[in-house]
């Protein structure tokens, strides 16, 4: 038992201390946070400061009305969102106060105006002129405010009664909703899948992957220089495996935890979606059978490997079973209903990333969660086994690398 | 005692150690040899149980191997090398460690053997950092820090300069003094005679010859000795012992017959002539190897 910890002291702090390893605690993270919300922060940006638009309307039908309503939309501290500035004069025409106007976006003073033209009764066109093509957010909201005011003149001019024209220009919105067991209902939105499923399984890979190569580097390196012999001369392999498993295991959990604190950090803030730590236990629990599944493949196959060459052969193909689940999660997504996402449900390679994935898009039935965790632990100890008779003989051969014939006969052995 | 009892190695239908037998006791220093490929590395490989032998049995103190043996041996591979990128001191404290020892004595004896190795210095250093030779002494400290029973050394002087090749010779003579059990395994046939007290040479997995090493040089010899002297030398040819002489005026060249002793024979001529020199032609170790290579079959 000594010896176990002795194996497993020793791979954790000689890999914890790796600049490799300090190098994808930090970026793993900062990369994942990155892709995730590139598209907020480029799109929500602006949102932290009031912006100001110019208006035209020389019919002078809409501007009030849209002034109005678009001065009700607010960012985070209570301030307006927009800042309507008149642009539209009596003495200029329509082709002077647009120069001016122009000069104006390109200049910086305003973000950018609103070009209303009302050419009579049916005709009328609306153009947002700004330096870029604009936020799509603003867009959807100068859309929305034009047409609710369009509407309302017009009901107004057939002298429609005003509570039925509120009515009218009144918009529903239709809010999906998942129910759980209990009854809770939670609001699923793109950022807390990402948040709870993808962002699990994407880390889940890259520690795999991470700690497997490094796994497999320091086995080759032991077998090359025959350390391996006085390891084994001084501990049995099972002791050598389980404390290798458990040493590059607490290191998984150290990133995980690391991890986390930074999860929990951002959690509830603008960054974090205050709900995608709802089902938390659940997903940390096949997150950590998933790492210690792949562990334990990871040393039985990583102890036939002789060269670096291999090494990192084998780490790719392996990585292949990983990828998959990500590769599908936009259908499963989809579908989660679907047949293939049930058989993917009870394979060990798949069941921990797809199990992670459907947690956070459905209410999963408990015999099935009880059933794949079996399914887990049974693999998990089947892995163990037949790993360490694969390594047992592995760790000792030098030179050609078995074939799948010659695995099988280990594992009989 | 180490006891080695008909020792057979397969792997798929190619025998690496054909029914080998022997047995080294405390203090000895055993010299295993053989050409390249002869089996010595699979015999050493199955006495420190990284793999089974096909038959054949292997007893430490009247014992089988079990688990407990893993603290008592010491192995030093042929193939060096360790950890490159971890330091000095952690290597050595882990794998003492993985034998046994507890993190103190570990840390005490480790420091004891950096000054006596003269590397205390790079105590903190990256292995990777250190000379090749001081790596190696790095791996010697491993081999013996935690002070096993049976040392296994195979090729222990390569890769050391003269200098430290004799602060190894000494070591390991003082280990064996002081009881241990020494397996050496090496191509250096000139050091295996100087240290050995038993050797056991193999080639293509069987024993070729075996035993205390004045015994194997004697069967091997042809009873030779040389002599310069002073005074009337002709008695000498007609001797009976004598089987063949090349006599000078003070200087004979004698072959003894088989039964015959060398001192013995001094003993008998010493009181008629007045004697210089004497001394017994032995076939060296490394000729005696040379010999049985090239006559064993194929």
């Given at each position: 038992?000594?010896?176990?910890?002795?194996?497993?002291?020793?791979?954790?702090?000689?890999?914890?201390?790796?600049?490799?390893?300090?190098?994808?605690?930090?970026?793993?993270?900062?990369?994942?946070?990155?892709?995730?919300?590139?598209?907020?922060?480029?799109?929500?940006?602006?949102?932290?400061?009031?912006?100001?638009?110019?208006?035209?309307?020389?019919?002078?039908?809409?501007?009030?009305?849209?002034?109005?309503?678009?001065?009700?939309?607010?960012?985070?501290?209570?301030?307006?969102?927009?800042?309507?500035?008149?642009?539209?004069?009596?003495?200029?025409?329509?082709?002077?106060?647009?120069?001016?106007?122009?000069?104006?976006?390109?200049?910086?003073?305003?973000?950018?105006?609103?070009?209303?033209?009302?050419?009579?009764?049916?005709?009328?066109?609306?153009?947002?002129?700004?330096?870029?093509?604009?936020?799509?957010?603003?867009?959807?909201?100068?859309?929305?405010?034009?047409?609710?005011?369009?509407?309302?003149?017009?009901?107004?001019?057939?002298?429609?009664?005003?509570?039925?024209?509120?009515?009218?220009?009144?918009?529903?919105?239709?809010?999906?909703?998942?129910?759980?067991?209990?009854?809770?209902?939670?609001?699923?939105?793109?950022?807390?899948?990402?948040?709870?499923?993808?962002?699990?399984?994407?880390?889940?890979?890259?520690?795999?992957?991470?700690?497997?190569?490094?796994?497999?580097?320091?086995?080759?390196?032991?077998?090359?220089?025959?350390?391996?012999?006085?390891?084994?001369?001084?501990?049995?392999?099972?002791?050598?495996?389980?404390?290798?498993?458990?040493?590059?295991?607490?290191?998984?959990?150290?990133?995980?935890?690391?991890?986390?604190?930074?999860?929990?950090?951002?959690?509830?803030?603008?960054?974090?979606?205050?709900?995608?730590?709802?089902?938390?236990?659940?997903?940390?629990?096949?997150?950590?059978?998933?790492?210690?599944?792949?562990?334990?493949?990871?040393?039985?196959?990583?102890?036939?490997?002789?060269?670096?060459?291999?090494?990192?052969?084998?780490?790719?193909?392996?990585?292949?079973?990983?990828?998959?689940?990500?590769?599908?999660?936009?259908?499963?997504?989809?579908?989660?209903?679907?047949?293939?996402?049930?058989?993917?449900?009870?394979?060990?390679?798949?069941?921990?990333?797809?199990?992670?994935?459907?947690?956070?898009?459905?209410?999963?039935?408990?015999?099935?969660?009880?059933?794949?965790?079996?399914?887990?632990?049974?693999?998990?100890?089947?892995?163990?086994?037949?790993?360490?008779?694969?390594?047992?003989?592995?760790?000792?051969?030098?030179?050609?690398?078995?074939?799948?014939?010659?695995?099988?006969?280990?594992?009989?052995? | 005692?180490?006891?080695?009892?008909?020792?057979?190695k397969e792997f798929k239908g190619v025998t690496a150690v054909k029914d080998l037998s022997f047995s080294v006791e405390q203090g000895k220093i055993f010299?295993?040899?053989?050409?390249?490929?002869?089996?010595?590395?699979?015999?050493?490989?199955?006495?420190?149980?990284?793999?089974?032998?096909?038959?054949?049995?292997?007893?430490?103190?009247?014992?089988?191997?079990?688990?407990?043996?893993?603290?008592?041996?010491?192995?030093?591979?042929?193939?060096?090398?360790?950890?490159?990128?971890?330091?000095?001191?952690?290597?050595?404290?882990?794998?003492?460690?993985?034998?046994?020892?507890?993190?103190?004595?570990?840390?005490?004896?480790?420091?004891?053997?950096?000054?006596?190795?003269?590397?205390?210095?790079?105590?903190?250093?990256?292995?990777?950092?250190?000379?090749?030779?001081?790596?190696?002494?790095?791996?010697?400290?491993?081999?013996?820090?935690?002070?096993?029973?049976?040392?296994?050394?195979?090729?222990?002087?390569?890769?050391?300069?003269?200098?430290?090749?004799q602060f190894i010779k000494e070591l390991i003579l003082s280990l064996a003094k002081s009881g241990k059990i020494i397996i050496l395994s090496t191509h250096?046939?000139?050091?295996?005679?100087?240290?050995?007290?038993?050797?056991?040479?193999i080639n293509k997995g069987l024993e070729i010859c075996s035993g205390l090493l004045p015994n194997v040089k004697k069967t091997f010899g042809s009873n030779?000795?040389?002599?310069?002297?002073?005074?009337?030398?002709?008695?000498?040819?007609?001797?009976?012992?004598?089987?063949?002489?090349?006599?000078?005026?003070?200087?004979?060249?004698?072959?003894?017959?088989?039964?015959?002793?060398?001192?013995?024979?001094?003993?008998?001529?010493?009181?008629?002539?007045?004697?210089?020199?004497?001394?017994?032609?032995?076939?060296?170790?490394?000729?005696?190897?040379?010999?049985?290579?090239?006559?064993?079959?194929?």
């Amino acid at each position: 038992m000594n010896k176990i910890f002795a194996v497993a002291k020793w791979e954790y702090l000689e890999k914890v201390k790796t600049k490799t390893f300090i190098i994808s605690l930090i970026l793993t993270p900062a990369i994942i946070i990155g892709f995730a919300l590139a598209p907020t922060f480029l799109s929500g940006q602006s949102e932290n400061s009031t912006k100001a638009i110019g208006i035209i309307d020389t019919s002078g039908l809409f501007i009030n009305g849209v002034k109005d309503g678009l001065e009700t939309y607010r960012i985070k501290n209570n301030q307006p969102t927009y800042l309507l500035i008149n642009l539209t004069s009596r003495t200029q025409d329509q082709n002077e106060l647009k120069s001016s106007a122009d000069s104006a976006v390109i200049s910086g003073q305003l973000d950018g105006y609103l070009l209303i033209n009302y050419g009579g009764t049916d005709s009328v066109s609306v153009e947002y002129l700004s330096k870029n093509i604009g936020n799509y957010k603003d867009i959807n909201n100068f859309d929305n405010t034009f047409n609710k005011v369009q509407l309302e003149i017009k009901l107004n001019e057939e002298n429609i009664n005003p509570k039925i024209a509120k009515y009218l220009s009144e918009k529903t919105e239709i809010k999906p909703k998942i129910i759980d067991g209990k009854g809770k209902e939670s609001k699923p939105d793109f950022l807390t899948v990402f948040f709870t499923s993808f962002i699990f399984i994407i880390l889940l890979m890259m520690m795999i992957l991470s700690s497997g190569g490094m796994l497999i580097r320091n086995l080759v390196e032991e077998k090359s220089n025959r350390l391996i012999e006085i390891l084994v001369s001084s501990c049995s392999p099972n002791q050598l495996l389980t404390g290798k498993v458990l040493g590059l295991s607490s290191l998984g959990l150290t990133q995980v935890i690391i991890w986390g604190v930074i999860g929990f950090a951002l959690a509830g803030t603008s960054t974090i979606p205050g709900n995608a730590f709802n089902n938390i236990i659940p997903i940390l629990i096949y997150f950590v059978l998933g790492f210690v599944f792949y562990t334990a493949i990871f040393v039985g196959i990583g102890s036939i490997v002789t060269t670096e060459q291999e090494a990192q052969q084998i780490t790719s193909y392996l990585s292949l079973t990983l990828v998959l689940p990500i590769a599908i999660s936009v259908p499963a997504i989809e579908h989660p209903d679907s047949l293939f996402v049930h058989i993917l449900s009870y394979i060990p390679f798949t069941i921990p990333s797809i199990m992670i994935l459907r947690f956070n898009i459905e209410t999963i039935p408990f015999s099935e969660i009880l059933v794949t965790l079996i399914i887990m632990i049974v693999s998990i100890y089947l892995a163990i086994v037949g790993s360490s008779k694969i390594f047992r003989i592995g760790i000792l051969s030098y030179g050609k690398r078995p074939s799948i014939k010659e695995l099988i006969n280990w594992i009989r052995e | 005692m180490l006891k080695v009892e008909n020792l057979t190695k397969e792997f798929k239908g190619v025998t690496a150690v054909k029914d080998l037998s022997f047995s080294v006791e405390q203090g000895k220093i055993f010299g295993l040899l053989g050409p390249n490929g002869a089996g010595k590395t699979t015999t050493i490989r199955t006495i420190i149980n990284v793999i089974k032998p096909t038959t054949g049995k292997i007893y430490f103190d009247d014992k089988p191997l079990t688990e407990s043996f893993f603290n008592q041996v010491g192995y030093l591979p042929e193939e060096r090398g360790l950890y490159k990128k971890s330091k000095v001191v952690d290597v050595i404290l882990y794998l003492a460690e993985i034998k046994g020892m507890t993190i103190p004595d570990a840390k005490n004896k480790a420091q004891s053997w950096l000054r006596k190795f003269e590397i205390e210095h790079y105590r903190n250093k990256k292995i990777e950092e250190l000379s090749k030779g001081n790596q190696q002494k790095v791996q010697f400290i491993s081999a013996i820090i935690h002070e096993p029973k049976l040392l296994i050394l195979d090729e222990p002087f390569s890769g050391f300069d003269p200098i430290n090749q004799q602060f190894i010779k000494e070591l390991i003579l003082s280990l064996a003094k002081s009881g241990k059990i020494i397996i050496l395994s090496t191509h250096q046939m000139e050091t295996a005679e100087r240290l050995c007290t038993d050797i056991l040479l193999i080639n293509k997995g069987l024993e070729i010859c075996s035993g205390l090493l004045p015994n194997v040089k004697k069967t091997f010899g042809s009873n030779l000795i040389k002599i310069e002297y002073s005074g009337d030398g002709s008695f000498l040819n007609s001797l009976p012992e004598v089987k063949h002489i090349d006599n000078y005026s003070n200087y004979a060249e004698i072959q003894l017959e088989d039964n015959i002793y060398p001192h013995d024979f001094l003993r008998k001529i010493v009181p008629v002539i007045d004697i210089k020199y004497f001394s017994v032609i032995e076939p060296s170790l490394n000729k005696i190897f040379i010999d049985l290579i090239k006559q064993s079959p194929n």
